[in-house]
């Protein structure tokens, strides 16, 4: 008997986003050595010569009630169109399709990896996931388009991200077109704040809190009122005393030409002496002016008014832990070096860049992510208009394009106006918004999906959703996304390390796909506590942690 006389399966319901099927026996329907499960795809054909590709969102067993000894059972799918084969061409979209369709089985695997591997010419390929119900085919996404919007990358704890993050910049630094020595154009920057990331790129160009060299007058005004004000007080004397101090420094120390120095503001990219403003806020605090009583003085206005400041302000400046900022070295760097040592066209070039937070004081990690990421952005603003007024091609706005990855992305831009993440947010906010004009794009890896930004979240055009568990973080990824994915999102909860729901305009076909194991992979953060526990007391040098910690 030929097999579409058996009708085995049959579809009973047609809906935009939704085919339902009945299925007689899943034995006779189930393909040899394919196993159907939630994520399998099917092909559904109408009489045009249009298949459609659909996959299996959920499963159910119906029992009928029959006059027969043995009650019915029958099966019933429901699936998700993605799209049609017409003319042995895959097209997205799958609402064409001639009612009723005619038959339904399972899709062979030879024709969803024709649809892989077709539907994306050679170059445009960017691979580093396998299907996750068949593990021969690979998953390519078109890489430019995929690099040339933002990537969110979530999953609770311990699903994978960090691998996939090293997997997926491991594979873009390792591509080249044609042959050549050395290293190819692809740029990275990696903020690290678990100091995981240089276990996985040894050639990585590595900047830690020891190296890390950022001129505190790059700060802008509201950084910089950040790091030096207390907000909480609201105090305007102190704005007004630092505002002009730093003005007064920064044109004190200008020496161009004299007619620019009238128009020098709190804002002004110039250099300054952090120290001299300390001296002025310290004049005006112990200020004594003329008396109308000859001869005599008494206390100027802001006299013992600024005492506060005044030693918050030394506190910070003594603070060896802000070096890395407020120290000689550090004012003393000069612009073209800050850029070249975080893009990675210092002496050694790399295209992977780490900059390693793990020792960075809470009270200033979001100013240092702020100013490293408006370098960042700033270089790619000012770099194509450099490229525009040398008339280069337009339409490449930028040939040394950036990727910016932030790990556990909602410590920098969470989804609320805590003043102290205020600089970061709008760093990266301004990014999230404008940066695809300018060829520098974001990664963001989160473990709290729901606590990130939704300026930023919602600026994402590619998604990789590992396992996820709280639900609160499920359903805010779940609005976000787009509906195609229907309820395979569901499967959420369900998949195992490196499985991930891989969405987007980049993807050839939203699916399921296990992600390559990565090599060499990030520094794992499971310890060993059991050996550990169990070998001999260690000794532990408190004094060098002393150090390190930056105690006295
Ligand atoms: N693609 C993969 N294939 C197989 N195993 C993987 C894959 N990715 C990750 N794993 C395993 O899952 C574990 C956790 O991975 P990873 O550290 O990347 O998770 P994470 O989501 O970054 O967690 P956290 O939120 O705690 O940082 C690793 O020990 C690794 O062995
Ligand atoms: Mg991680």
Request: hydrophobic share 40%; glycine share 6%; net charge negative.
């Amino acid at each position: 008997m030929k097999q579409e006389e058996k009708m085995t399966a049959e579809v009973i319901a047609v809906f935009p986003d939704k085919v339902r099927i009945s299925v007689d026996s899943i034995e006779d329907f189930t393909i040899a050595e394919e196993n159907l499960r939630v994520g399998s795809y099917l092909r559904i054909a109408d009489n045009d010569n249009a298949v459609m590709i659909a996959v299996i969102e959920n499963f159910t067993i119906e029992v009928a009630n029959s006059s027969e000894e043995e009650p019915k059972r029958k099966y019933i799918l429901e699936a998700n169109p993605l799209g049609i084969i017409r003319d042995g061409k895959f097209e997205r979209g799958g609402d064409t399709l001639a009612i009723p369709p005619k038959k339904v089985e399972p899709a062979k695997m030879e024709e969803i990896q024709k649809i892989f591997e077709e539907s994306l010419s050679e170059e445009k390929k960017f691979a580093f996931a396998k299907l996750s119900t068949n593990r021969s085919i690979s998953v390519p996404v078109d890489g430019d388009r995929f690099f040339n919007k933002h990537i969110a990358i979530v999953g609770s704890t311990g699903s994978g991200k960090s691998h996939t993050v090293a997997k997926i910049i491991q594979n873009a630094v390792r591509g080249k077109i044609g042959e050549y020595e050395g290293l190819n154009n692809s740029h990275v920057v990696i903020f690290d704040i678990h100091s995981e990331y240089r276990a996985a790129f040894p050639d990585a160009k590595f900047i830690d809190i020891t190296n890390l060299k950022l001129p505190y007058w790059l700060l802008n005004s509201d950084e910089l009122q950040e790091l030096f004000i207390d907000t909480e007080a609201n105090d305007h004397n102190q704005r007004n005393v630092f505002k002009e101090a730093v003005v007064k420094s920064k044109k004190d120390h200008f020496d161009g030409a004299e007619g620019q120095k009238e128009k020098i503001h709190f804002d002004s990219p110039l250099m300054f002496e952090i120290r001299e403003v300390l001296q002025f806020a310290r004049d005006k605090d112990t200020e004594r002016v003329p008396s109308a009583t000859a001869g005599k003085d008494k206390a100027g206005p802001l006299n013992g008014q600024l005492t506060n400041f005044v030693s918050r302000f030394e506190n910070k400046l003594s603070d060896r832990r802000l070096d890395f900022l407020l120290g000689n070295e550090a004012r003393d760097m000069t612009f073209e070096e800050v850029l070249k040592s975080l893009i990675g066209y210092g002496d050694d070039k790399s295209n992977v860049t780490i900059i390693d937070l793990s020792g960075v004081p809470f009270d200033v990690l979001s100013i240092t992510v702020s100013l490293i990421s408006r370098i960042l952005f700033e270089y790619g603003y000012y770099y194509k208009r450099l490229r525009i007024d040398e008339n280069q091609d337009v339409n490449e706005i930028n040939d040394v394009p950036l990727l910016l990855v932030y790990e556990e992305a909602h410590k920098y831009v969470p989804n609320n106006d805590a003043a102290k993440y205020r600089a970061s947010r709008e760093s990266i906010e301004r990014i999230a918004k404008e940066g695809r004009k300018y060829g520098v794009t974001l990664m963001l890896a989160s473990q709290r999906p729901s606590e990130i930004s939704e300026t930023i979240f919602s600026q994402c055009n590619n998604f990789l959703a590992l396992r996820l568990t709280n639900p609160a973080d499920q359903n805010y990824v779940k609005r976000l996304l787009p509906d195609t994915m229907g309820n395979l999102i569901d499967r959420m909860p369900t998949l195992r390390a490196g499985e991930s729901l891989l969405i987007g305009d980049a993807v050839v076909l939203p699916s399921v796909v296990q992600v390559d194991m990565c090599d060499p992979t990030p520094a794992s953060t499971d310890i060993p506590y059991w050996q550990l526990w169990q070998e001999q007391w260690h000794n532990l040098d408190i004094d060098k942690i002393k150090k390190i910690w930056g105690r006295q």
